[in-house]
C-alpha cells in the first residue's frame, strides 16, 4: 500500500514506457512488505542534472539508469564503482551522506546463469556496444582465457581495447574459424530482437561450426526463445536467453538500495508473466 511514508525507487530512461523493471521491482517489494515503490522516470536527456538535485531534496533514495543515461549520469556521481568504471556506464544510484553513487549491476546479472556451468575459455561477443562491454568486464571477471569481440567496425571497436587491452578484436567476415573454437558465443547485438523475430546473427552453417555442448547466450528477451536460441539449441548446444541477465541486474540492485536479501525466483516469476503476455499478443 502506498501511504505518506512512502519512498520512491525508480528507472529513468527516455523513453521508458517500454521498461520491464517496475513489474519485478515492484512484485519483490510487495512480497517483502517495503515501504516503497518502484516507478518508471522519463528524464529528457537536458532535465538530468535538475532531476538528480531534486530527487535528492524528496528523499528518494535510488534509482536505475538506462539508455541514454547511463554513460552522461556519472558526471553527476560523487563516487563511482571499479566495476561500472571498467564498463564506461552506471546502471544503478543510490543516495549516500556525500551524494549519489554510482555502480553497474549488469555484470552480476550476466554471470548469474554461469555460475552452475563450466567456465568456458574462448569467448566469442558479437556486437561491441553498450552490452557487449558488461559482457567482456563479466568474462575477465569469470577468468575466461581467450576474448574475442566481433563487429563491424574494427576502428570503433578498438575503443575496447583502452578498457580491456588484452580482447582480441575481429571482424563478421572471420567469424566461422572462431565458432568452431569457441566454448561460448554471446550475442550482444538486437539482432532477431522484436518484431525482426525472423532473423539470426549466425547462420543455421555457422551453428554447426560450434561443438556440440557450446554455450550459446543471447542477451534479447524478446522474443524467446530468439531464432538464434532455437537453432543452437537444435544444434545441440546449450541456450541462454537475455532473462536471467535482466532478473539478476534488478535484483542485485534492489538488494542493494533495500540492504537485504530479495525474492528473485519472485522477480523472474512475474516478468515472466509479462513477457508471455507479450508473446501472445505478438
Ligand atoms: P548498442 O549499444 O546499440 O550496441 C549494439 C551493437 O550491435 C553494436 O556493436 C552494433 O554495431 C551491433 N549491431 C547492431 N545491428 C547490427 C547488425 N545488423 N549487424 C551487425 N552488428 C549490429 O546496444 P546494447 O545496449 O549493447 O544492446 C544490445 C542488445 O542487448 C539489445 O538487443 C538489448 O536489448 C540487449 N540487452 C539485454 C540486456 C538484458 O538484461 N538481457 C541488457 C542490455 C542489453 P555498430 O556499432 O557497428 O552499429
Request: glycine share 8%; charged share 15%; with cysteine.
Amino acid at each position: 500500500m502506498i501511504t505518506g511514508t512512502t519512498k520512491i525507487l525508480g528507472v529513468m530512461g527516455y523513453p521508458i514506457e517500454h521498461s520491464m523493471s517496475p513489474v519485478m521491482h515492484n512484485a519483490a517489494l510487495r512480497q517483502l512488505q517495503a515501504d516503497y515503490v518502484y516507478v518508471p522516470l522519463a528524464v529528457p536527456p537536458a532535465d538530468l542534472a535538475g532531476v538528480l538535485t531534486s530527487f535528492r531534496a524528496i528523499d528518494c533514495r535510488g534509482f536505475n539508469v538506462t539508455i541514454p543515461h547511463k554513460q552522461t549520469v556519472m558526471a553527476h556521481l560523487s563516487e563511482i564503482s571499479e566495476v561500472a568504471r571498467s564498463i564506461g556506464a552506471v546502471n544503478t544510484v543510490w543516495l549516500t551522506e556525500q551524494g549519489w553513487a554510482g555502480t553497474n549491476t549488469d555484470i552480476v546479472g550476466w554471470l548469474s546463469p554461469l555460475r552452475s556451468l563450466p567456465r568456458p575459455q574462448t569467448v566469442v561477443i558479437l556486437g561491441g556496444g553498450g552490452a557487449a562491454r558488461a559482457v567482456i568486464a563479466g568474462c575477465v571477471q569469470l577468468g575466461c582465457q581467450e576474448i574475442w569481440v566481433v563487429g563491424r567496425d574494427l576502428t570503433k571497436l578498438a575503443a575496447l581495447q583502452t578498457s580491456w587491452p588484452q580482447i582480441k578484436l575481429q571482424d563478421w567476415s572471420q567469424l566461422d574459424y572462431l565458432l568452431s573454437v569457441a566454448d561460448m558465443v554471446v550475442n550482444c547485438t538486437p539482432i532477431g530482437m522484436f518484431p525482426q523475430i525472423e532473423d539470426s546473427p549466425l547462420s543455421v552453417q555457422q551453428i554447426e561450426l560450434l561443438r556440440v555442448g557450446a554455450i550459446v547466450y543471447d542477451l534479447i528477451y524478446t522474443p524467446r526463445p530468439t531464432k538464434l536460441l532455437q537453432m543452437a539449441e537444435a544444434g545441440g548446444c546449450q541456450s541462454i536467453d537475455g532473462v536471467d541477465m535482466l532478473v539478476g541486474q534488478g535484483a542485485a540492485a534492489l538488494e542493494l538500495w533495500l540492504g537485504q536479501p530479495v525474492p528473485i525466483e519472485l522477480m523472474r516469476a512475474s516478468l515472466l508473466e509479462v513477457l508471455e503476455k507479450k508473446d501472445r499478443s505478438g
